[in-house]
Every structure is written in C-alpha cells, then in structure tokens.
C-alpha cells in the first residue's frame, strides 16, 4: 500500500474537492488561532492538538441571532464565563472584545436568522490530559443557519421517552463544557427509537434534561415546574421562559412557578410537558414513552409561553 506524503497545496487541493451537505450551512467562522474570519466552510478547523479536540477541554454556547440581535447574549456570556471558571481557564480576550467580535462575524455572514456556535479551548499543545501543555486558550465561533422546525410540529407536539444513558455527576451537569459524549449517546437513542427527545433520569428516579434542551411541566396543580438546578444545565432559555410566565400567574391562568423534583409518575401525570431550549423555543410533548400526555395535543400554557418567548425576541 502507497500512501503519498502531501505537501501544503496538496492539502488545500484536496480541501476544495470534498463537500458535504451540511457545509452549505456554514456561513463564517471566527478564530483565534487563524486571527480572523473565513467563509470557506473547508478551511474552518480547529488544530489536532488543541486541547478542546482530543479532552474536550473548554467551554461552549449556541447562540441564537435574530431580528439584528444575539437573544439572550449576557445570559450565554454569563453562563461561559461561569463555565470556563468552574474549569480553571481565563477568558483570553474582554468580555467587550468578544463581543465586537461575535457581531463582526455575524455582519460578515449576511445572515438574518443564524446560530452562533461560540467555543473557548484550552488552546493546542501537546496531547497529554495536562491543561498546562496548551499554549493558551483560544476563541473559535461558528456561525451556521438557523433552520427552525416546522409549525406542524408545534402543533402535532413531540414524543419523548425515558433514556437508558447515566446522568451526568451535579458538578459536570452545570457546566457546559464541550465534553458531551452523554448528550450524543441520548441524541444517538433519541433517532434510533425514532423519538424527538430523550431525557435522563438520575439513580432515585428523579427526571434531569434531555440531550441539550431542558423539560418543564405543568403539574395538576397548575403550577409550572422545572428540576433543580444542582443536576442539570441552567438553560438559558427556559430560566427565561420561567420569568415570561410570571404574566400567566398574574392572570391566573398558572398558580405558580416551582422547583421541584420530577418523577416519570409526574411527567405522564401532568397536565402538560414542554422541552425548551435556544432552537426549539418552547416545544410540547403529547407523548411520553408511548403514553398521551395532558389532552394529547399541544397546551394552553405551551402555545402562549412560545408566543411570548417569540415577541420577546423581536
């Protein structure tokens, strides 16, 4: 067998032939280590050796970009900067500086409605599981297209089931760390049991997220409840959606807002469940491992929580 050694314009060469479908959604990206932007999709890489590659060492946000603003932008800086800290990795630019340089990736994009997928590595150097081999830690962001699902979805609600996968220990579960083989096996379960979702449970039973969207409920009381936060990611959305949905207890038309520990009993019991997160805004689920849940079909409070997440992006 005759495997060539390929010079630097060989590589390149080759990086123009190979194409793939979803490359087509791949609009411009920000590095660091490049020290600037490129809207070649071949040329957006991360070296081999960055740390974040090979140990999933560093930290991530996906960002939603709409009507001319990145929703939510402090809470997701917020959450990486806590992240990053929990982890021992200094941000290696200004919160300010980051900033400009997610609206200047964003303007070089030309894209109305975009994801940005914001990385912060421990940056390349060596493949040890020693941070202190990296050269320093990089900024990566990715700004792909924003596909939103299908109003038939909203309506017709989603199934989910139970996940086989083990929860992640409180400690890892908070952090959003690029470190996400548990999310890609319950995402893995997810498309091969032809469900929307799965969502974890931990060993008492007690309900955590699903592979990267949170689920909330409304229970028979009429209150609307969400897991601890101490085994689950804080999603930025749904913290969000909890303060919109202030509006319907003033209304009424909830009885509260609570933290508490959910069950499966709670899931197939309640009167209706929602997964949320930055793409699905608030999605019903009408079915739970087979089961209907509530009437069967999207909710009330589902349907108004989505109306007001939407203007609130406006």
């Not at 209150?223 to 319907?248: C, F, N, S």
């Not at 807002?257 to 959910?262: A, D, R, V």
């Amino acid at each position: 067998m005759s495997i060539p050694l390929l010079s630097s314009e060989d590589i390149l060469k080759k990086l123009e032939l190979y194409s793939y479908e979803q490359q087509k959604t791949y609009l411009a990206m920000y590095s660091s280590w490049y020290g600037g932007i490129t809207t070649d999709p071949s040329l957006m890489m991360i070296p081999v050796d960055d740390h974040m590659v090979h140990r999933g060492d560093g930290v991530f946000e996906a960002m939603k970009y709409v009507n001319g603003k990145v929703y939510l932008l402090q809470e997701h800086l917020d959450r990486m900067e806590t992240s990053a800290k929990q982890i021992g990795m200094e941000w290696p630019i200004s919160r300010a500086q980051l900033t400009e340089i997610l609206f200047e990736v964003v303007r070089v994009a030309k894209a109305s409605a975009a994801i940005l997928r914001l990385f912060m590595s421990r940056g390349p150097g060596g493949f040890t599981a020693n941070p202190y081999d990296s050269v320093g830690p990089q900024v990566y962001c990715i700004v792909t297209q924003f596909k939103p699902l299908s109003e038939a979805k909203y309506t017709e609600g989603a199934k989910i089931g139970r996940s086989a996968i083990g929860p992640k220990d409180p400690f890892f579960a908070t952090i959003k760390s690029c470190n996400y083989l548990p999310n890609v096996l319950m995402k893995k379960e997810a498309v091969d049991r032809k469900l929307d979702f799965t969502v974890g449970f931990d060993p008492d039973g007690a309900v955590t997220e699903g592979s990267t969207e949170n689920i909330i409920v409304v229970n028979q009381h009429n209150e609307l409840v969400r897991p601890p936060l101490k085994q689950i990611l804080r999603g930025t959305t749904m913290m969000r959606v909890l303060h919109l949905a202030k509006d319907l207890v003033a209304q009424k038309q909830l009885h509260g807002i609570s933290e508490k520990l959910l069950t499966e009993k709670d899931i197939l019991s309640a009167k209706e469940v929602m997964m949320v997160g930055t793409t699905l805004d608030v999605l019903p689920v009408t079915e739970f491992e087979g089961q209907k849940i509530g009437e069967g079909k999207a909710g009330f409070i589902a349907q108004t929580l989505r109306r007001y997440l939407v203007a609130d992006q406006a």
